[in-house]
């Protein structure tokens, strides 16, 4: 079985490292600013010629509360009006990218992010839909994977038969926890009640997919106060559930300076947190996908790795690994191809480079020949917990030991932990392993070594 975890607490503590999540490699700290509009305008004409379908990703930045414990590029404002701007150059950006590509390409996968999107009032996000509509080939018959992050005291039932008669079929519900001295100390208030309702609306409605995001390692959590929030969760049956380590980095994000740090839970009671939240989520019948990922058996996600077909890109899990995707907004990153490039993080700067009539594409990275070898490799490894080395040495011509020979005595000692199993054919990540499966990725990371481990969270 896949979802099979074993819980090694020596393992763990051994290789619980700080490193990337791998929703690309190389990774976003890779990127330069060597990188410009006239690449993506190369890699948009390769996506045209080769009519590969489209994933889109828009971002829309807008938050009218902090939550004192996020990461995300988001502009914290009571005034819905600040949006109207935006949404004019978000609007100016959408032409200037699809004119570049072929209507025949159809847009398979459409996620908006943020911040909030449901901080737009209905006619905004009726017209940023009729926008999209317009300049791309999105499908009509509901078989996309159309989805929408949603923050349930932002969202309402007509919000909700809004966003379906939009066209969206997913929702992932912001949640966190449920403790009411939990939420007061990340200033993020949001009852049972409310996630219930925005939930059993998304049901009747008939969205093909219910996602929920919890964090563990927040202020004034504990292990027994968090269990009571998973099953409380459980009951609600969302198709998938996403579990974050909370990362505490109070000098890069300034709103986790609001958190008093003598409130956050200790390393061995965050290991308690997660050990009896996968325990909860295994009874309860969901699969471990990895990488804090659970899903139920029957869901697209899960029957995906069982098939060996599931990716990775920066939406995450995803089974449209095969489309270009395409970001859109302020900070959002696009992966066309072998480039990746990333629109600039400043919304004034975003604004006013629109207003000029360029687009804000400010840093990325063009992958070379290793570099597509090793994200092959970390792919494979992430979505599947195995990596066959024929399969590897055919699509890139190399001899896979030769290859990766300085590596060997790294993973003979993983194989010698019960990290994995390593012969001459394969590798794979045994159920001790997989909760670390980061750390397995990390040894063919050719960056790691040149970067700042403090940037990234550690694996659990």
């Not at 607490?9 to 990188?35: C, H």
């Not at 009509?140 to 349930?152: A, F, H, L």
């Not at 992430?382 to 990766?404: K, P, R, V």
Request: aromatic share 8%.
């Amino acid at each position: 079985m896949l979802d099979a975890i074993r819980w090694d607490l020596d393992l763990i503590r051994r290789y619980d490292l700080a490193g990337p999540r791998y929703t690309s490699y190389p990774t976003a700290v890779q990127f330069n600013s060597q990188v410009g509009t006239f690449d993506l305008f190369h890699a948009l004409r390769d996506s045209r010629k080769a009519l590969r379908p489209l994933s889109l990703y828009v971002h829309v930045p807008f938050c009218a509360n902090i939550c004192y414990y996020c990461a995300c590029n988001k502009v914290i404002t009571k005034d819905r009006g600040r949006a109207l701007p935006y949404l004019q150059r978000l609007e100016q950006e959408i032409q200037l990218i699809a004119c570049h590509l072929d209507p025949a390409q159809k847009v398979e996968q459409l996620h908006f992010g943020g911040g909030t999107p449901t901080f737009l009032s209905h006619d905004e996000l009726r017209q940023l839909m009729a926008h999209l509509r317009k300049h791309f080939n999105l499908l009509d018959d509901d078989s996309g994977d159309y989805g929408i992050e949603i923050d349930p005291r932002e969202a309402d039932w007509s919000t909700m038969g809004l966003l379906r008669e939009l066209g969206f079929n997913r929702v992932s519900i912001g949640l966190q926890d449920l403790d009411p001295a939990v939420q007061r100390a990340v200033n993020r208030l949001q009852s049972l009640e409310e996630t219930r309702a925005v939930i059993d609306a998304a049901r009747t409605l008939q969205f093909r997919s219910i996602n929920i995001d919890l964090i563990y390692g927040l202020p004034k959590q504990t292990p027994d106060n968090f269990a009571r929030t998973v099953e409380e969760v459980i009951s609600l049956q969302p198709d998938r559930l996403s579990v974050f380590n909370y990362a505490h980095l109070p000098e890069r994000f300034m709103p986790q300076r609001r958190i008093n740090g003598s409130e956050l839970p200790s390393p061995t009671q965050k290991l308690e947190m997660l050990q009896r939240t996968i325990e909860q989520l295994t009874a309860a019948g969901y699969r471990y996908i990895g990488m804090d990922h659970f899903a139920l058996p029957d869901d697209e996600l899960a029957i995906a790795q069982e098939e060996e077909t599931l990716q990775r890109n920066f939406q995450g899990y995803t089974t449209h690994g095969h489309c270009d995707l395409i970001g859109l907004g302020v900070s959002a990153i696009s992966q066309i191809g072998d480039l990746y490039c990333q629109n600039s993080s400043d919304l004034n700067e975003y604004q006013n480079t629109l207003a000029a009539a360029q687009l804000a594409t400010s840093r990325g990275l063009v992958c070379n020949a290793d570099d597509r070898l090793r994200r092959a490799v970390i792919q494979q490894l992430i979505c599947n917990f195995s990596l066959e080395f024929a399969e590897i040495e055919q699509m890139f011509n190399i001899d896979f030991q030769g290859y990766f020979g300085a590596l060997w005595p790294q993973l003979q000692g993983m194989a010698n932990d019960g990290l994995i199993t390593l012969d001459r054919e394969r590798i794979e990540v045994l159920p001790a392993g997989r909760l670390l499966v980061r750390s397995v990725c990390m040894a063919f990371d050719a960056y790691l070594e040149q970067q700042n481990r403090q940037r990234f969270s550690r694996v659990i």
